[in-house]
Nanobody, 125 residues
Framework: QVQLVESGGGLVQAGGSLRLACVDSGGTFTNSVMSWFRQAPGKEREFVAAISARSIYKNYVDSVKGRFIISRDNAANTVYLQMNNLNPEDTAVYYC??????????????????WGQGTQVTVSS
């Protein structure tokens, strides 16, 4: 049973940085595409970044390119999202998601079977 637990959210001023982490306790981490999504109040869940099982491929939404970095540590069953130069538009609940046995990096939430509970990121101006 895949279980994803996020951490690292919080309140930060514009221009600041945060590092999110998501631990997978389900035992399929090394064969899974891992992604980060976010959802702001009143908005749909939005793809942020994805990383392939061996970290060879990465994909980002245009609005975070050059500011966010997705990475993973397969020995620790953990995926990270380093967020730099944050701005108020980045305020949202951030979720990690897992897609087992896949080599593609889809951006649609329906493509992912497993989700964490989310962690709040708030950026003040």
């Amino acid at each position: 049973q895949v279980q994803l637990v996020e951490s690292g959210g919080g309140l930060v001023q514009a221009g600041g940085s945060l590092r999110l982490a998501c631990v997978d306790s389900g035992g399929t981490f090394t064969n899974s595409v891992m992604s980060w999504f976010r959802q702001a109040p009143g908005k749909e869940r939005e793809f942020v970044a994805a990383i392939s099982a061996r970290s060879i491929y990465k994909n980002y939404v245009d609005s975070v390119k050059g500011r966010f970095i997705i990475s993973r540590d397969n020995a620790a069953n953990t995926v990270y999202l380093q967020m730099n130069n944050l701005n108020p538009e980045d305020t949202a609940v951030y979720y990690c998601a897992a897609r087992s046995g896949s080599t593609s990096l889809p951006r649609g939430p329906s493509e992912y079977a497993y989700w964490g509970q989310g962690t709040q990121v708030t950026v003040s101006s």
